[in-house]
């Protein structure tokens, strides 16, 4: 049997990028983070070891990374704190899934920079469950899914209200398969559906907090090997950097106009800026029913 194409994705704008670009630069001056305490999680490797990147590059003074295996973030220390001296990054063992160690990891960060609060939470962590279709998977390793990618959600953004500095940002990593019916993930895109109305809902009730839910791009990394592995569709592959630099775009006021809104790391800023009358005051680019209202 040939190998399956490469699926094809339409984008709403003119331009769509696969790679970093100049406009969405962590360099660039507007995009800037100076001062500012990030705290990521899933930040031990692949997208969230890139956006801990990213944001140092755009000169981040503080940058917590957690997950569940220590010795991966202390790697990301290393890796980020000797190619950028002037940010300083804190690495903390953490379970999505039990919110003490959340919290725990947020005390310890803030205390170590003096009280401060964080500034910009970027909610990466997710869970991929064992690939397969629904009248055969194991139905608590699916419902795993729910538990890291829903509860944890949860569990993350209750913890986080007491920490959130003045004007905090919300970075919700979440993934442009929700917007597809994808064969044998279903644990991972539900879930992910779910979380995103769960973001959508702290923002209505928190509007102090800008929060904003994207697509880092179609990325090869542990979770889409084992996505992949277990289909028969082929991914059409991003380069990982786009994501870092999408981020700190994102967080940046020149991207407050998607408060509330989901968009796409491919999705050409400028493009999206010429749209912005319509996206702020129409539904676009949110989750609902299409054709209403």
């Keep these: 049997m040939a190998p399956a194409e490469p699926i094809?994705?339409?984008?709403?704008?003119?331009?769509?990028?696969?790679?970093?670009?100049?406009?969405?630069?962590?360099?660039?001056?507007?995009?800037?983070?100076?001062?500012?305490?990030?705290?990521?999680?899933?930040?031990?490797?692949?997208?969230?070891?890139?956006?801990?990147?990213?944001?140092?590059?755009?000169?981040?003074?503080?940058i917590a990374v957690?997950?569940?295996?220590?010795?991966?973030?202390q790697d990301v220390k290393k890796m980020v704190e000797e190619k950028y001296p002037e940010t300083k990054v804190y690495p903390y063992s953490a379970d999505m899934t039990d919110k003490k160690t959340l919290t725990a990891a947020m005390e310890e960060f803030t205390k170590e920079i003096r009280g401060a609060k964080i500034d910009i939470l970027v909610a990466?962590?997710?869970?991929?469950?064992?690939?397969g279709p629904l009248a055969k998977v194991d139905v608590a390793d699916w419902w795993a899914g729910f538990e890291t990618n829903v509860l944890g959600s949860l569990n993350l953004l209750n913890a986080y209200v007491p920490f959130a500095a003045e004007g905090a940002k919300v970075l919700n990593v979440s993934s442009g398969a929700v917007h597809f019916d994808t064969p044998q993930v279903s644990s991972y895109n539900i879930?992910?559906?779910?979380?995103?109305?769960?973001?959508?809902?702290?923002?209505?009730?928190?509007?102090?907090?800008?929060?904003?839910?994207?697509?880092?791009?179609?990325?090869r990394t542990d979770m889409s090997d084992k996505a992949e592995a277990n289909s028969d569709f082929?991914?059409?592959?991003?380069?990982?950097?786009?994501?870092?630099?999408?981020?700190?775009?994102?967080?940046?006021?020149?991207?407050?106009?998607?408060?509330?809104?989901?968009v796409w790391s491919n999705w050409d800023i400028d493009d999206l800026k010429e749209m912005k009358e319509e996206i702020v005051s129409t539904p676009k680019f949110t989750l609902g029913l299409v054709g209403w209202p």
């Design 8 to 62: 094809t994705i339409p984008y709403p704008t003119k331009a769509s990028h696969h790679t970093t670009y100049p406009a969405i630069s962590p360099t660039l001056p507007q995009h800037s983070v100076a001062g500012k305490a990030i705290f990521i999680t899933g930040g031990g490797t692949g997208i969230g070891k890139t956006i801990a990147t990213s944001f140092a590059t755009a000169g981040a003074a503080h």
């Design 234 to 262: 082929r991914l059409p592959y991003d380069e990982i950097e786009i994501a870092g630099d999408f981020a700190v775009w994102l967080a940046s006021e020149d991207a407050k106009f998607l408060k509330g809104k989901f």
């Design 124 to 131: 990466n962590a997710a869970l991929l469950p064992t690939p």
């Design 191 to 219: 879930s992910k559906m779910a979380a995103l109305r769960l973001f959508t809902y702290f923002a209505m009730e928190n509007p102090g907090i800008d929060v904003m839910s994207f697509h880092p791009g179609i990325l």
């Design 66 to 73: 957690t997950g569940r295996r220590l010795n991966l973030l």
